[in-house]
Nanobody
Framework: QLQLVESGGGLVQPGGSLRLSCAVSGYRLDDYAIGWFRQADGKEREGVSCITGDGGSTSYAHAVKGRFTISRDNAKNMVYLQMNNLKPEDTAVYYC?????WGQGTQVTVSS
């Protein structure tokens, strides 16, 4: 059974950094795109970033471009989201999504 488990969230001050991880089990990541989404309180879930199966192509939401970096390690079945220069508006629950499956999410709170 395919499962996604996100980790790495927490409380960070504005300007700080966090690295989120998404561990995929039950299915090999090879050759499939995977993405990160987020949902803030009272808002709809939105796409943050995605990466192609071979890692050769990435895309980012305008709000995070230049601050976030998505990467993957197919050998470890892991996907990462490096988040730098975090802003209060980045506060949300972050989810990874793969082949229609969602993880449980990890909370990111940016506050002084």
């Amino acid at each position: 059974q395919l499962q996604l488990v996100e980790s790495g969230g927490g409380l960070v001050q504005p300007g700080g950094s966090l690295r989120l991880s998404c561990a995929v089990s039950g299915y090999r990541l090879d050759d499939y795109a995977i993405g990160w989404f987020r949902q803030a309180d009272g808002k709809e879930r939105e796409g943050v970033s995605c990466i192609t199966g071979d890692g050769g192509s990435t895309s980012y939401a305008h709000a995070v471009k230049g601050r976030f970096t998505i990467s993957r390690d197919n050998a470890k079945n892991m996907v990462y989201l490096q988040m730098n220069n975090l802003k209060p508006e980045d506060t949300a629950v972050y989810y990874c999504r793969f082949r229609g499956y969602w993880g449980q999410g990890t909370q990111v709170t940016v506050s002084s």
